[in-house]
């Protein structure tokens, strides 16, 4: 290895401020840019590919180490550094509006698709379709869905976009649809390109270009919401996505992110601040021909300092066809935590967590209480314990569920112990604190859910506390934490 760990996480501040420097090269002339540009932009690839990330597997990085070694052309890359002096600029493409136009007034989220004529199957409408159909009139609202019709073939795409105003013309009406095409004289060339990792001529061609429709898609979508999610052509939708989506934003106030993932597939659910998308947009067109599009994902995001996924349960969509895009090939993948209904995705509160229970390696308090599928594990836990989460803000809660232990650690459970709410919060050495409590219930089996908590509270809620009962030999993982609240915390 070229680098010890602590080396990369102290690395972390250097690359930030190398992104916020390339925000500023425009001041200099392009043409002497170009030679910094490409060694800066390959020397970030290469560190990336040794930071440590559980997504990647083992195989992966290995190719990826492999992609690193590949010198990047200048000639090849002379028309994306035209514009890539400015990263938050966006890309030059006069887009052909197939259907609708974009309303002036910024919506919540964007929902990004990208289309090509596929050999067998065709499953864009019924996603089109899952997409509105799992969404309240409310949520509509919030909403635009863009369409990037990526083929070549005009007919193709003339044909399916009548049948999409067939399908969906009041939609389009209100401005929640658009169909949009970025005609082939904007794409680079789709010849010649680097045959990667073995991959057949045809298939780094398919790669390639669909790394550009991405792009173009991308850049086309930087200034409609605040948000912006990609999603595949063949996705079905959970019920209220939007709100789900909406808790998990919520719940992530105050923390740094840059990808948010709301499905373990492919490019599938991916959740990004749109204005991230120019950079994200020239970050592709830059390695259209290097790796596939999922792989550029994830080095975007270790290049913009979010070392680790975070991704959430339940996920809200799901893969639901059967031939792929390329050649027709049959893709029979599904996400096994997508649940149809989303709505029981719990609120928890913004908090600080604290437990003086000894945390095992990094598996710390706010891993816990994240919806991300992470847990804290401490080591043996004795009589007086406890886990405290204390609220920024007194609130109302319906409901609290807590479960302990994992399917292949059974025994790291909470064996004994008791579930407590507190209120008149005072300042300790520690931090603030609940001065009262009351007992809610006792671990049964390592688990507790209480509902109707407001019935049984007269109080708005400060603290819920763990607290151990009875010490322990085995040692103690608490998996989630939930909590439903009745209301907004209170002001």
């Known amino acids: 290895m070229l680098f010890e760990s602590g080396d990369l996480s102290s690395s972390i501040p250097i690359m930030r401020l190398l992104l916020k420097y390339l925000d500023k090269m425009r001041c200099f002339r392009k043409r002497s ?20 990330d559980g997504y990647v597997l083992e195989e992966d990085k290995r190719q990826l180490r492999e992609a690193s070694m590949h010198p990047l052309n200048s000639e090849r890359y002379v028309h994306t550094f035209k514009d890539i002096t400015n990263f938050s600029g966006t890309i030059n ?26 050999k067998r199957g065709n499953y864009l409408l019924e996603t089109i379709k899952s997409i509105f159909d799992q969404s309240s009139y409310e949520e509509l609202k919030e909403i635009v869905v863009v369409v ?3 083929d070549f073939d005009l007919a193709w795409c003339e044909s399916l976009v009548q049948e999409i105003s067939r399908k969906f013309g009041h939609h389009i009406i209100a401005g929640r649809l658009l169909v ?19 991959d057949p001529e045809d298939r780094v061609r398919f790669r390639s270009k669909q790394n550009v429709d991405y792009a173009f898609l991308l850049n086309f979508c930087t200034n409609l919401s605040d948000f912006y999610m990609m999603l595949e052509d063949d996705v079905r939708c959970s019920r209220n996505f939007l709100t789900a989506l909406k808790k998990v934003v919520t719940s992530r106030e105050g923390s740094y992110w840059v990808t948010l993932e709301f499905s373990k597939l492919g490019y599938i659910g991916k959740l990004y601040h749109s204005r991230d998308l120019p950079r994200l947009a020239h970050f592709l067109l830059m390695f259209y021909q290097e790796m596939p599009c999922d792989w550029l994902l994830i080095h975007f995001r270790g290049l913009l300092a979010q070392k680790d996924v975070i ?15 390329y050649k027709g090939a049959e893709n029979k993948l599904k996400d096994d935590d997508f649940e149809e209904d989303s709505l029981d995705i ?21 891993k816990a209480y994240s919806s991300v599928d992470e847990y804290f594990w401490g080591k043996a836990p004795s009589t007086g314990d406890f886990y405290v989460i204390v609220f920024n803000k007194a609130t109302k809660i319906s409901k609290i569920k807590i479960t ?10 909470l064996h004994h112990g008791a579930l407590e709410v507190g209120e008149k919060l005072v300042g300790t050495k520690k931090g603030r604190q609940c001065s009262s409590y009351i007992t809610l219930g006792e671990f049964k089996n390592g688990n507790i859910e209480v509902h109707d ?17 009875a010490s322990q030999k085995e040692w103690l993982i608490i998996r989630s934490i939930s909590l439903w609240t009745t209301q907004p915390p209170s002001q």
């Open 33 to 52: 840019t170009i030679p910094f540009l490409v060694v800066l932009i390959t020397f970030l690839l290469f560190m990336n590919l040794y930071m440590e």
């Open 93 to 118: 493409v006069t887009y052909r509006y197939l259907a609708g136009t974009p309303l002036p007034r910024k919506k919540y989220l964007t929902i990004g698709l990208s289309s090509v004529k596929r």
């Open 148 to 150: 990037h019709l990526a």
């Open 180 to 198: 949009i095409h970025a005609p082939e004289e904007y794409y680079p060339s789709l010849d010649g390109l680097k045959r990667n990792y073995n």
């Open 311 to 325: 991704r959430f349960k339940p996920s809200l969509f799901q893969h639901m066809g059967y031939y792929s895009s």
């Open 346 to 366: 719990p609120d928890n509160p913004p908090a600080t967590l604290y437990t003086n229970i000894n945390v095992f390696e990094s598996y710390d308090a706010a």
């Open 404 to 413: 302990t232990g994992t399917d292949d650690r059974q025994n790291d459970i």
């Open 453 to 469: 908590v407001d019935h049984k509270i007269s109080f708005d809620i400060e603290c819920v506390r763990i607290v151990v009962t």
